[in-house]
């Protein structure tokens, strides 16, 4: 029986990830899309007995795109294969349905959620003859899958002309029916506590429901991840107002210390889960919780850290570069099998790297990384990854190839800033940082105020922390300002770097305090590269407020 090789590629991925507008929304999507992929490639095995070559296994989860090799007739495979797909979407919005309240059920326009669900997921296959040379092979695949998804899917969704779109995914309608909506829609009191969490006029499309149920608790909300940047200092500045809101935490079953610790995120926990008319806590014990709080707040605000400072927290996207050029050098599919458990063994590693810098995990599939993390976590969170990527990696990269390589973005962001934007702002940086590869990019985005952004080689990493320690110890803040002011004023004349290196450093000189010891970077040649250390050193200066880790 002839062997094939084939691939499945599922979809949206990162559209699908980030129409969120919370977290646990977030978390949810990625869950959704790792489950399915790992659904279908065991299915493949016990079904049509696939072997997997990436991924290797799925003990660590499958990302989007799945590549095996297979006997039979892989136009029935890939039809079976898409008919299982759809069917687990069907299954999970089964469990979801069920967890409704009844009032809620009964508004679902039931229709419409069919056709959401059978049309929601972009399914493309490929596949072609495996003759014994692989690496032929896999390039006219590649080929074909490049095609057919050139070649998309466009179906006209059902006409609702009164009805709203979905916030999540405004190509998607509400799955509620028509006359729910009236002049104006009103969520249920049912739907607006778990496990939908409606806001009052919000609508959702059956996806969005499904991520909504099954995201749940858990997840820390862009609060809790700016809070986790100063919580290292309290049991110095504050011990016991802060293990009094620990202890709190436990007794209320409240997953974000920082619910308690802001007073105003506190009575809105109050008001969600009805802790006081189920007697969980009275109005006494909801002082005493107050008081702890104004105890916590008011010895930040005497270390110097102002809640401004502590409204920011940082978005990571990551991905490995050069990974086509990498696969089209194996010559066997033991090769690329070797390959592709490197990849899975980096994404083994990924959630405890980020779990052990305060961040949370939202989604590894293979080599891209999405995650959230405190500030001051999330640069030093980055080059750990690239460091392990790089040992994974080395260890199966063909000879005279060189090995691939991680680029890094990173935003930091509002904690109120909308989420899907944000993420936006992330891929951004990624993509800045790809731009070179095997680099950093760092962008900061204040609430008000112009963008930041910096990007740096890897060998380059301890620039960042040299500068962060340079304002700590007193460098003056108007240095990047006045060093990007001179490179504008002379952006025109195209100064000889020596001329140019001559007069940063006369700045430098003004600035600097006494016996340090502190230069322009030999990298900085040019009117550009004044520019980029400018950014540099005011992203620095922003991280330099923050308390060091571990201090």
Known sequence: ????????????????????????????????????????????????????????????????????????????????????????????????????????????????????????????????????????????????????????????????????????????????????????????????????????????????????????????????????????????????????????????????????????????????????????????????????????????????????????????????????ATLDALESVDEHRRFSRQVDEFAKLVPPIVEAHKGFPVYCGGDDVLALLPVNYALACAHKLQETFRSCMRAVAPQDTPPPTLSAGIAIVHAKENLQVALEWARAAEKHAKETRNALAVARYPRSGAMNRARTPWERFEEWGFWENAFRKGLADALPYELRQLARDYCKLKPRADILRGEALRVLERKEKPQSDIAIPDWVQTVDDLCALSELMLIARFLADYPEVGA
């Not at 979407?89 to 979801?96: A, G, T, V």
């Open 1 to 324: 029986m002839q062997n094939y090789l084939m691939t499945i590629a599922l979809g949206p991925v990162q559209e699908f990830i980030a129409a969120a507008r919370r977290t646990a929304d977030l978390s949810a999507g990625s869950k959704l899309l790792v489950n399915l992929a790992t659904h279908l490639a065991k299915w493949l095995q016990n079904e049509h007995h696939a072997e997997l070559i990436f991924p290797a296994n799925t003990q660590t989860g499958a990302p989007n795109k799945l590549l095996f090799t297979v006997s039979g007739e892989p136009h029935k495979i890939a039809h079976a294969a898409r008919e299982e797909a759809h069917q687990y979407l069907r299954e999970q919005w089964d469990k979801c349905a069920k967890s409704l309240p009844p009032a809620v059920q009964s508004l679902l326009d039931i229709e419409l959620v069919n056709w959401q669900l059978k049309n929601f997921l972009e399914f493309y296959a490929a596949w072609v003859p495996l003759n014994g040379d692989y690496r032929q092979a896999r390039t006219r695949l590649e080929q074909l899958l490049a095609g057919r998804k050139s070649l998309r899917d466009f179906k006209q969704p059902p006409l609702n002309p009164k009805r709203p779109k979905s916030p999540l995914d405004p190509s998607m309608d509400s799955a509620f029916k028509t006359e729910a909506h009236g002049d104006g829609f009103r969520a249920p009191e049912q739907a607006k506590s778990a496990p939908l969490r409606l806001k009052p006029r919000e609508t959702l499309d059956a996806i969005s429901i499904i991520k909504r149920v099954s995201g749940g608790r858990g997840v820390p909300s862009t609060r809790e991840m700016a809070f986790r940047a100063i919580e290292h200092v309290l049991p110095q500045e504050a011990c016991d107002a802060y293990r009094a809101l620990q202890d709190w935490q436990d007794r209320l079953g409240v997953d974000d210390l920082s619910d308690l610790v802001y007073q105003a995120n506190f009575r809105r926990l109050c008001e969600e889960r009805g802790l006081l008319q189920e007697d969980e806590i009275n109005e006494q014990q909801m002082g005493e919780i107050c008081a702890y709080a104004s105890k916590i707040q008011r010895a930040l605000r005497e270390k110097g850290l102002s809640e401004e400072l502590l409204s920011y927290y940082a978005i990571l996207a990551a991905d490995g570069d050069r990974m086509g």
